[in-house]
């Protein structure tokens, strides 16, 4: 079993920047594969940004270049470094772990609004 607990949302204003992190915990050496997906109200879950063990990296289209995913493997921590935000980023994030069997977090809320 992975345990993910995601903290760092929140209230940012247009232009502003957040950083989500995203504590893993239990079995993690199991995991192939971290990554971010948002759900906006009314829309299915999509991508964000995801990692492999290797450390490649990939994001959707609607995010390149402003956001960014890192691990930190001392802290088994992984983060979502969110620049430039736009009202329409505004969604629940969740962290996810591809391994024998998929993990997500909790979910944190991102509002991005004036």
């Known amino acids: 079993q992975v345990q993910l607990v995601e903290s760092g949302g929140g209230l940012v204003q247009p232009g502003g920047s957040l950083r989500l992190s995203c504590a893993a915990s239990?079995?993690?050496?199991?995991?192939?594969?971290w990554g971010w997906f948002r759900q906006a109200p009314g829309k299915q879950r999509e991508l964000v940004a995801i990692m492999s063990r290797s450390g490649t990296t990939n994001a959707a289209d609607a995010v390149k270049g402003r956001f960014t995913i890192s691990r930190d493997n001392a802290k088994n921590t992984v983060y979502l470094q969110m620049n430039s935000l736009k009202p329409e980023d505004t969604a629940v994030y969740y962290c996810?772990?591809?391994?024998?069997?998929?993990?997500w977090g909790q979910g944190t809320q991102v509002t991005v609004s004036s």
């Open positions: 996810y772990a591809a391994g024998p069997i998929s993990y």
């Open positions: 239990g079995n993690i050496f199991s995991i192939t594969a």
